[in-house]
């Protein structure tokens, strides 16, 4: 049955709970710059994850592209070693909305009012919406052996993922907080130099398996490490905007999924 209730374990996570839950939550992101909401699916829910995204998987598209950390085209201006230019290697598959099954638990948690009423008071956001295209609101993730999501700042101002299946070994989540502010127009070149030189700490998150992370990517530089099992790395992506009738960029469309429609 695809009720709310059966998907999301409402014991440990009551997101119905707008005032102390998610009040509880929005200290954590503040705090921490990053929510992450430990078992979040039932058992029942994630193993039917698990098999609707094996099921998906010979769909996914397959993308290897370099860019930089801004994702965004070369600067000119500046030198093709600033840390703005570098060219940094991210591979992956990915399996876009309209293939994503109509009762798939993906679906009732993306569209549930429960749902983006919590993230909207998590967030402090009036109102959240969906991609206007048909392919970017719900995306499966596949990361197979040594493929990796290099450093990056997203375009979006925030993400919320959901692991769906671990890989036995690597394929862990690195950010480092702070190294840019979106609404004060500021970037830390400093610290991003340093990261991308390995010589900066970064927090690192194992991600276990129905965990729910939310987090501001658009302004802390985020990565994944290359997987290095057998064992694919399976992550799905709740995607929303803050403005209505947003469509992902053509050029993002053609790189991420292979086609515009
Ligand atoms: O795979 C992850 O955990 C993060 C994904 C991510 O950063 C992205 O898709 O932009
Ligand atoms: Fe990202």
Redesign the pocket.
Known sequence: MNNLRNIIDFQRHPIDDFNSYARDCRSELQKNSILVLNNFLTKEALVKLQHEAQELHDKAFYCSQNHNILLTKKNTQLDDSHPCNIEIISD?GCVPHDLIPHDSHLRTIYNSAVFQSFIQSVLSLDKIHPYADTLSSI?Y?Y?EKNQQ?GW?F?N?SF?I?L?IQRPIAG?N?QYVVDARNMGKNTIDIQLIDSVLQNKHPAEE?R?EEGTL?LFY?RNYL???LPVTSKKN?I?A?LNYNLEKNIELSENARLTFFGRLH
């Open positions: 992956k995306n993730n990361y999501l990056h997203d979006a993400a993922t692991m394929g989540f998150l991600g992370v990517g985020h990565r994944v790395r992550l992506t």
